[in-house]
């Protein structure tokens, strides 16, 4: 099995930029696509980035997804922040003998 | 349009076995590569996936819980049901049901909160 590590929590002005990094503990970052989800307290993950890049109906440019080889790291980073981006944010990807496994979900903070 | 609704008893037992039923609309289980998989978030922490079950039947399962879980389907009821036996205090959390494709959870149910408690 492998792991997805994030950061606990981030904080940014509103208007600036934040990334968020997962990085992956074994097996390369580019075999698997990842994804990312927007969960708003009391609600449900929402999709803000499938497929590593590909931003789902709806979802603002601001959101956009990367990936590093050299890191093992995927990055979700939201540009022009406002208040409404505040939400824990989690990675997920898979492997062949674990159908999903998610990082341990980054509290981002709009100050 | 897709949604998924989760229903089951929102308090049980140490030791009770819990069932879950997920209700679906707006796709099939019968279509080529699609999934349903159940994922449970404990109070304050992160999403933990438990379970798939794919449009062939294929079953898929936590491999720290895989024990305790079993997954199945109805199709023509557009259900998926999960269960999960020798419940603990510490599986006290919210509990969704997500179409899987491709491996992403691309719509989820709004979740149901089970308290194991005494």
């Known amino acids: 099995n492998f792991m997805l590590t994030q950061p606990h929590s981030v904080s940014e002005s509103p208007g600036k930029t934040v990334t968020i990094s997962c990085t992956r503990s074994s097996g390369s970052i580019t075999d698997n696509y990842v994804q990312w989800y927007q969960q708003r307290p009391g609600s449900a993950p929402t999709t803000v980035i499938y497929v590593d890049n590909q931003r789902p109906s709806g979802v603002p ?8 080889s050299s890191s093992n790291s995927a990055s979700l980073t939201i540009s022009g922040l406002t208040a409404e981006d505040e939400a824990d944010y989690y990675c997920q990807s898979y492997d062949s003998g674990n ?13 | 349009q897709v949604t998924l609704r989760e229903s089951g008893p929102a308090l049980v037992k140490p030791t009770q076995t819990l069932t879950l039923t997920c209700t679906f609309s707006g796709f099939s289980l019968t279509t080529s590569g699609m999934c349903v998989s159940w994922i449970r978030q404990p109070p304050g922490k992160a999403l933990e996936w438990l379970a798939l079950i794919d449009w062939d039947d294929e079953k898929y399962y936590s491999t720290s819980l895989k024990t305790r879980l079993t997954i199945s389907k109805d199709t023509s009821k557009n259900q998926v049901v999960l269960t999960m036996t020798n419940m603990d205090p510490v599986d006290t959390a919210t509990y969704y049901c997500a179409r899987t494709w491709n491996r992403h959870f691309d719509y989820w149910g709004q979740g149901a909160l089970v308290t194991v408690s005494s």
């Open chain 1, 99 to 111: 159908p999903a496994v998610f990082g341990g979900g980054t509290q981002l903070t709009v100050l």
């Open chain 1, 61 to 68: 440019d601001r959101f956009s997804g990367s990936i590093d």
